[in-house]
């Protein structure tokens, strides 16, 4: 167990992975919503299997062809042995960045690496650093957010504490991040206690500055902050609970407005010009009821399918590059299975391809040039990147481990 200085957050795990929407509330006035160049299917999703399919069974590991994928950008992940790993575009040899990774489970302390993200240039890398210290009842642990310079080497200590939530703006070296609470934000008449808030911070990695770059306006904790592609709106998440995904909200920088839908839809994507959202109201664990959504940004929502019958479900979906496309990973045997079929739903047409079968697939991002897919699969113990070329579904195996940030993104 813990020891006391262990100060109770709310679990990362649970902030990161769950993922859902009617009814809208806003704080400020908005603009009315521009064109977004985007096509609104009304038809059910049509599901298209490519002959031949490159399909790889769950608990199976794909081979590595001699011609590894040519328009990745630079790569960082965690590896097997818990240090950050640069797989730089164009080279088939990763460099280590880091050297002290140690699992946790024996005498030594242990350093562990989470969330990696690099800037759209691919300069500067923002990371979690947890260490365990073995003391009689346990473990000591302490966290803390670290941006490193990968031309130079620099690191700087951000923040000490847990991080709820880091993505970079695009296009520049300006880092938004959430924080975690205190039990005690929860215990304030069964609502959160909106004296003990926080709101979602941001580091200027060029200048060192540390600001707050959106205010908890609502009285809640905001956490999991995500840009859209053109940087003009940040998403988040309103805290209301020990467990779920929170209430969607953004803060539009153009109008400096604040504005809330008052409920759940689980992690949602950003189309290219930030009129639309998708997401598959996954708000915790999944139910198999999961579907796909989307909606304009201060619109109605429109589901998109698939019609699944019986158990099974989609999840994660994320805009192309160019928002003429949605990725999404799709269960087809229902919750109960680790097995996620990679899909690729054609916004137009309405047709959706399959792109192949995986064990324990994950954190699906799209390269910058929208050609190919780079997720993480496989067991923990076991876990691999893959990269699915669209134009032929081949899939390549990149390396071992796991928690993939690409550049340019």
């Not at 298209?48 to 994928?69: D, I, R, W, Y």
């Not at 790569?75 to 950050?84: E, F, M, Q, S």
């Not at 153009?254 to 010009?273: C, F, H, M, Q, T």
């Not at 940004?297 to 019986?310: H, K, Q, S, V």
Request: hydrophobic share 40%; charged share 15%; glycine share 10%.
């Amino acid at each position: 167990m813990f020891t006391k200085n262990i100060r109770w957050t709310i679990p990362l795990f649970v902030l990161a992975l769950v993922l859902t929407a009617c009814g809208q509330f806003s704080v400020g006035v908005e603009a009315p919503m521009e064109p977004t160049g985007q096509v609104e299917p009304t038809e059910p999703v049509k599901t298209v299997t490519p002959e031949p399919q490159a399909t790889l069974e769950p608990g199976t590991t794909p081979a590595k062809p001699e011609n590894s994928a040519t328009s990745l950008p630079d790569l960082v992940y965690v590896g097997l042995d818990n240090n950050l790993w640069l797989l730089e575009s164009g080279s088939g040899t990763p460099r280590q960045l880091t050297f002290d990774g140690n699992p946790i489970g024996n005498e030594n302390s242990a350093v562990e690496y989470h969330f990696p993200r690099l800037s759209s240039d691919g300069v500067q890398l923002a990371f979690r650093r947890d260490v365990s210290v073995p003391v009689e009842n346990g473990y000591d642990f302490s966290s803390a957010l670290w941006v490193m310079d990968l031309k130079n080497g620099e690191q700087t200590l951000v923040q000490e504490g847990l991080v709820a939530g880091l993505a970079w703006k695009p296009q520049t070296h300006l880092l938004a991040y959430g924080t975690v609470v205190e039990m005690e934000y929860f215990l304030s008449r069964g609502e959160p206690n909106a004296a003990l808030a926080n709101g979602i911070n941001a580091f200027d990695a060029d200048s060192g500055e540390i600001v707050e770059l959106v205010a908890p306006e609502r009285g809640y904790t905001l956490a999991n902050p995500q840009w859209s592609p053109d940087g003009r709106f940040l998403a988040f998440s309103e805290v209301e609970a020990m467990e779920g995904s929170g209430l969607f909200a953004y803060y539009n920088f153009d109008l400096k407005a604040y504005v809330a839908w008052e409920e759940a839809v689980g992690i949602a994507s950003w189309s290219p010009n930030g009129g639309l959202l998708t997401y598959a109201r996954q708000t915790y664990v999944a139910t198999g009821e999961e579907r796909l959504y989307v909606r304009q940004r201060d619109g109605l929502e429109e589901i998109i399918g698939p019609d699944y019958a019986g158990p099974a479900y989609a999840t994660s979906p994320v805009f192309s590059p160019n928002g003429e496309q949605i990725a999404y990973l799709a269960y087809l045997e229902g919750p109960d299975t680790q097995a996620a079929t990679i899909m690729v739903l054609n916004l137009a047409s309405g047709e959706a391809v399959s792109h192949g079968q995986f064990e324990g697939a994950w954190d699906l991002t799209w390269t910058p040039d929208g050609s190919m897919l780079v997720f993480n699969a496989g067991p923990w113990e076991a876990r691999h990147i893959v990269a699915i070329d669209l134009s032929n579904s081949s899939q390549t195996v990149l390396v071992e481990g796991g928690q993939p940030a690409l550049a340019g993104r």
